[in-house]
């Protein structure tokens, strides 16, 4: 075939799936909005989603602020600039790694179960069955997922920041014989508001992208089991993907704020 026919079919492939994906994610976060709106569903997700989260997001904050507090320390003593560890530290996780790091992780939990839950519900019929007994499968099963997502991870990575910055803490006070004090007080002050309104922006749109890839490849599985692994395997990937380069994009735009 080809090489530039094959380049422009894989490119309209592509502008092709980003539609759908977009008109699928609109139907399912506006779903809601006419009613009638399951709270006993968006409560559930927002359990699953959010509290349960909590551990694995811990722990990936606390352990990367160490790391980081280790190497901003290893890396500005070149320079002499050790003393600056704190206010780096603060910026670095709050307004990055922060809602990164957390958005990767809830990707992993989520969106994949999200996925698992959504295409067996496909190809055992039982989204058929659903509309034919007149309940809106967007409302139902999307919009309640989408919606707890898009609220649960801004809190999940304001309690990552923290965190995280803890972590970073014992490492320098502990490790590296900085004071514990003067760390908590460079950091409050450096830190400024749009910081971390930055970072739970971002967090927001994360949860938006990555409830929208779960929820899109799970209600479009086909063919059973097999079908359904391979919804899941997409959805993970699709949703990474989507955080990192939205994270790009929103970064180029916030820096300007």
Known sequence: ????????????????????????????????????????????????????????????????????????????????????????????????LGPVLAALMVAGRCSSAM???????????????????AVDPFKYLIAPRVLATTLALPLLVLIADIIGVYGGYLVAVYALDFSGPIFVTNIAEFLENRDVISGLIKAAVFGLLISVMGCYYGFNSRGGAQGVG?????????????????NYLMTSLLVEI
């Open 1 to 96: 075939m080809n090489p530039f026919a094959m380049t422009g079919s894989v490119a309209i492939d592509a502008v092709r799936e980003t539609g759908r994906i977009a008109d699928f994610g609109a139907r399912g976060a506006f779903a809601w909005v006419t009613g009638p709106f399951y709270w006993r569903a968006f409560f559930s997700a927002l359990a699953r989603i959010g509290f349960a989260s909590l551990p694995v997001v811990g722990l990936t904050a606390i352990f990367t602020g160490g790391a980081l507090a280790l190497n901003i320390y290893d890396g500005s003593l070149r320079f002499n600039a050790e003393t600056f560890l704190p206010q780096i530290l603060g910026v670095s996780i709050v307004r990055e």
């Open 115 to 133: 996925a698992a839950e959504i295409g067996t519900m496909r190809v055992t019929e039982q989204i058929d069955a659903m509309s034919t007994l």
């Open 230 to 246: 391979s919804s899941t395997r997409t959805a993970v990937v699709a949703s990474a993907v989507v955080v990192l380069a939205s």
